[in-house]
């Protein structure tokens, strides 16, 4: 069974920077596409950014695109998002997920792709 446990968030000022981690387990981290999303209060979950299991492909939403940096180290099975030139906008609780894609290469924007969720990280941007 795959667990994912975020870490990183915090408060922090606006134009400041934080890096989210998720650290996998319980499969083999290196086949996995990774995703980040979000949810503000009163909001519906959005996507963030995503990664394909090797790396090559990196969508990201048009909110954080320039800002937002995703990778994975498949050595430390581990997922990560360097968040820059935080907004007041950005605060939310941010989730890591994993999905076993069937095609290598492949990465998705969409939420009920995902199989896998951690428990969320909060991140609150001050004005």
């Known amino acids: 069974q795959v667990q994912l446990v975020e870490s990183g968030g915090g408060l922090v000022q606006a134009g400041g920077s934080l890096t989210l981690s998720c650290v996998f387990s319980?499969?083999?981290?290196?086949?996995?596409?990774m995703g980040w999303f979000r949810q503000a209060p009163g909001k519906e979950r959005e996507f963030v950014a995503a990664?394909?299991?090797?790396?090559?492909?990196?969508p990201y939403a048009d909110s954080v695109k320039g800002r937002f940096t995703i990778s994975k180290d498949n050595t430390k099975n581990t997922a990560y998002l360097q968040m820059n030139s935080l907004k007041p906008e950005d605060t939310a609780v941010y989730y890591c997920?994993?999905?076993?894609?069937?095609?290598?290469?492949?990465?998705?924007?969409?939420?009920?792709?995902?199989?896998?969720w951690g428990q969320g990280t909060q991140v609150t941007v001050s004005s």
């Open positions: 319980g499969r083999t981290f290196s086949r996995y596409g």
């Open positions: 997920a994993a999905k076993l894609f069937a095609r290598v290469g492949t990465s998705s924007r969409r939420l009920d792709e995902y199989d896998y």
């Open positions: 990664i394909s299991s090797s790396g090559g492909s990196t």
